[in-house]
């Protein structure tokens, strides 16, 4: 089975830099993906990482640690506009074309405040 | 905008009752992934379909059933709904590579009276 770990909850101020962390537990990895959504929103997709290391994406960058099970959003330069919750997805592939699943953290909630 | 497109947004019902949700992915995906969001347990997986054949399950109760069309679109149907099937029901298409992300649309909010 997969277990994914994320704190429920975070608050944090307009303008400081933000970590989110999740751990996961899975067999048969193959990628970890953030995405973001706004309360009653579609969540959208923010980054993807495969291998270890950090992705750099504007204001958010993506780190990977693939020996320990562990990822982190960070996101820079707070507004109040990423007040939303922020969902960490592991990838697993089947055999065959096309089949890949993803199985979703159950988020954290972001608040930025003034 | 992310192209999936879904209806309705909103459906209202009875217990008891049978409802068809609906999809249609970005222009170009052959994979479109159906899943259940409740606000206690996160964005949960329902199932996989992939240029119209079933590809993965996961936890999709027995009075649900989907299905993908020849035109890729495909449905999500709900039946003897209880009132615990209220959640937002989200459909995300992808091209099927393990590195592409889902592109989700803008749910269906089904509401159970």
């Known amino acids: 089975g997969q277990n994914i770990d994320q704190p429920t909850e975070m608050t944090a101020t307009e303008g400081a830099i933000v970590q989110i962390n999740c751990t996961y537990q899975?067999?048969?990895?193959?990628?970890l993906f953030w995405y973001q959504q706004h309360a009653g929103e579609a969540p959208t997709f923010l980054s993807y990482n495969v291998l270890d290391g950090l992705e750099e994406k504007g204001r958010f960058s993506s780190f990977l640690s693939r020996s320990k099970g562990y990822s982190y959003l960070l996101l820079k330069e707070l507004q109040m506009k990423d007040s939303a919750s922020y969902l960490c997805a592991v990838s697993r592939a089947y055999s065959g074309a096309g089949s890949y699943q993803l199985t979703f953290g159950k988020g954290t909630k972001l608040s930025v405040i003034p | 905008d992310s192209g999936v497109t879904q209806t309705p947004k909103h459906l209202i019902t009875a217990t008891g009752q049978r409802v068809t949700l609906r999809c249609s992915p970005r222009?170009?995906?052959?994979?479109v992934y159906w899943y259940q969001q409740s606000l206690d347990q996160g964005l949960q997986f329902l199932i996989q379909?992939?240029?119209?054949?079933?590809?993965a399950k996961g936890n999709i109760l027995e009075r649900f059933s989907a299905q993908q069309f020849p035109d890729l679109h495909s449905e999500l149907n709900l039946s003897s709904l209880e009132l615990g099937d209220s959640a937002l029901y989200f459909c995300?298409?992808?091209?099927?590579?393990?590195?592409?992300?889902?592109?989700f649309g803008d749910g269906t909010r089904l509401s159970i009276l």
């Open positions: 899975t067999s048969g990895f193959n990628g």
């Open positions: 995300a298409s992808g091209g099927g590579g393990i590195n592409q992300p889902q592109h």
């Open positions: 222009s170009g995906d052959l994979s």
């Open positions: 379909y992939y240029n119209g054949e079933e590809r």
